[in-house]
Nanobody, 123 residues
């Protein structure tokens, strides 16, 4: 069992930056691929970024590529999402999620989810 707790969300102006954190419980964190998803009001939840268990492989959606960076610290059981050059369309609730095995972009593949953290980008 893995419990995930996101933090770091907030209100920021367009062009600004935020860093989200996702702290995981349990000693098996390093076994899991981790991902960030987001859900904007009235829209379906969408994939943002993912990182494999060792941190050596990452993958991003086209919407955030070049602006967001996913990373992890297995010693701290934490995954991060550094978000730069934020846009109003990045406004959403951001969720972290965990799965065994390799990276995928399909939310149905992820078995553990956090409660989410709100990110609001003002224009």
């Amino acid at each position: 069992q893995v419990q995930l707790v996101e933090s770091g969300g907030g209100l920021v102006q367009a062009g600004g930056s935020l860093r989200l954190s996702c702290a995981a419980s349990g000693r098996t964190f390093r076994s899991y691929a981790m991902a960030w998803f987001r859900q904007a009001p009235g829209k379906e939840r969408e994939f943002v970024a993912a990182i494999n268990s060792s941190g050596g492989t990452t993958y991003y959606s086209e919407a955030v590529k070049g602006r967001f960076t996913i990373s992890r610290d297995n010693a701290k059981n934490t995954v991060y999402l550094q978000m730069n050059s934020l846009k109003p369309e990045d406004t959403a609730v951001y969720y972290c999620a965990a799965k065994m095995g390799f990276i995928t972009t399909a939310q149905d593949d992820y078995i553990y989810w956090g409660q989410g953290t709100q990110v609001t980008v003002s224009s």
